[in-house]
């Protein structure tokens, strides 16, 4: 299973991390590390088709899902 989420398509990125010692020597970077997503596995029920559709969704995705309704937000990503 691919860490993407199925409504945003937001995958994980490359980042670097800084400790608080060398936020206080200025300059010293402690490397790069990969970021994910908030993914939350959730089973959301479509009322239009009756029954429920299970997908693996970030927490923005779960805000647009509540904001715009399951059936036009799954509809809109290719999901149904």
């Known amino acids: ?11 994980s990125i490359n980042g670097g991390g800084y400790s608080n010692e060398t936020r206080a020597e200025k300059y ?3 490397g790069k590390r ?3 997503p908030n993914l939350q596995k959730k089973k ?3 009322a239009e088709l009756g029954k429920a559709v ?5 927490t923005k995705g779960l ?3 509540h904001k715009n309704g399951a059936f036009k937000t799954l509809k809109k990503a290719g999901i149904i």
């Open 63 to 65: 805000k647009t899902i």
């Open 1 to 11: 299973m691919a860490k993407i989420c199925e409504i945003t398509k937001k995958g």
């Open 44 to 46: 959301i029920f479509v």
């Open 34 to 36: 990969r970021r994910y």
């Open 54 to 58: 299970s997908i693996t969704v970030s």
């Open 28 to 30: 010293n970077p402690t």
